[in-house]
């Protein structure tokens, strides 16, 4: 196989890989979606990430979704813009929003850029965001008492 053609598979492969992983939908409590954004967001992924987040909400039965941005490296305006959007849209089919994890980077480039996230609920990271999923839904976490150094054994797996 050529050089040229095999730098051309690659780059096939990493532009697949990068449209196909930028993000994930998945069940974080009984009412609650997690969806976690990675690598760099451009407008491109952005149409893509938003319908697979409302099929996730329309396919369960959910009223809140924890948007976790701790894994983004850089956005761009339009893509702050479209994250507002995103937001806006869940809000419109019932839903409660919650972003987590923004850095300092993508922060300063929202706030540069005038993208204002005042309507929606905020957390510093993931663990803050699920504590303020439990209490939105009525829920507290509580520490389980260990029995001589084990979890109790109804929270043990079945072998």
Not at 25 to 39: A, I, M, P
Not at 72 to 88: E, T, W
Request: net charge neutral; hydrophobic share 45%; proline share 3%.
């Amino acid at each position: 196989m050529a050089k040229k053609e095999m730098t051309q598979r690659v780059s096939i492969s990493e532009k697949r890989i990068g449209l196909e992983s930028s993000m994930i939908v998945s069940k974080l409590t009984d009412r609650c979606l997690y969806s976690g954004f990675f690598g760099r967001l451009d407008s491109a992924r952005m149409k893509m990430i938003t319908d697979e987040i409302l099929e996730a909400i329309d396919q369960t039965d959910n009223d809140t979704i924890v948007i976790d941005l701790s894994n983004v490296d850089i956005i761009d305006s339009a893509v702050a813009a479209h994250l507002i959007r995103v937001g806006d849209v869940v809000r419109l089919v019932g839903c409660n929003v919650i972003f987590c994890g923004i850095n300092s980077r993508v922060a300063q480039t929202m706030m540069t850029v005038g993208v204002e996230f005042s309507k929606y609920l905020l957390c510093k990271d993931l663990r803050a965001a699920l504590r303020l999923v439990f209490e939105l839904q009525g829920m507290m976490l509580v520490p389980i008492p260990k029995v001589h150094g084990a979890a109790p054994k109804s929270y043990m797996p079945e072998v």
